[in-house]
């Protein structure tokens, strides 16, 4: 992967200036502000995601967690806020991060091969001539296996089940090379199946040094998949290791009545 020099910001607080090191974060968000006409979607956030790690942005529906994904890529203005990728300005890391959008964003019924939208991914290394060598389609085929899909690769994109486009759409991301991936809700609406094929692929991402940032909606599946969270509510709530806030206290706090004391209970909590 490559890699960046350390890099040291300054943030005016109180009157001072304030050193602040983003460069170990992958992705890092300040004062991050998103309106919908006069509503709010997420408000002032702060958000410092770890290196190396698989991240949950957890809260209820409605509380920013896709805005914040999307705003801090640039795919939604935001009224106020900065964002670095590994210390960088975003338009100057784009090629180290790579996003998979929720699914049921996406046109599936524009026609194209599995394979065709695999080699997408790599879109920016091929150019505006877009020529695919046979280097760029033995990677796309490759990336195909590692999520259980190489069988599929000439099926046109729509005829395929939701689970198995998902898998398809992480496989395009994959033929990214990142050092980052963010994925907006990838286990909604997939079979076990392709929810374990996932997870077994974005463990091994971890595993080889990259850094993972997943909405996530199912709170039954947090402490066996993450190693942190990141809980929103419009503004932040909290950050931090899976260990030390995935808690009761934490989930009232983003959650509050909408989610019953009997379900916290069975939830296995730090």
Known sequence: MAKTMPRVQLAAAGGEAVREDLSASPLA???????????PAVFS????FRAEAMTAIIGPNGAG??????AALGIVPRLSGRVTVFGEALDKARGRIAYVPQRASVDWDFPTRVVDVVIMGMQRELGLLRLVRPAHRKRAFECLERVGMVDFADRQIG???????QRVFLARALAQ??????????????????????IDVLKALKADGRSVVCVHHDLATVADYFDDAFFINV????????????????????????????????????
Do not use: C, W
């Open 159 to 165: 005829q395929l089940s939701g689970g198995q486009q």
């Open 235 to 270: 503004r932040k709530i909290a950050e931090g290791r899976i260990a030390s806030i995935f808690n009761a206290e934490t989930l009232q706090a983003t959650y509050g009545g909408r989610l019953a004391s009997t379900h916290i209970d069975q939830l296995r909590l730090a």
């Open 65 to 70: 967690k896709s805005t914040l994904l999307k």
């Open 177 to 198: 090379n990142a050092d980052i991936y963010l994925l907006d809700e990838p286990f909604a609406g997939v079979d076990a199946a392709t929810e374990k094929a996932i």
């Open 29 to 39: 968000v300040r004062g991050l502000t998103v309106s919908y006409g006069n509503k």
């Open 45 to 48: 956030i702060d958000a410092t």
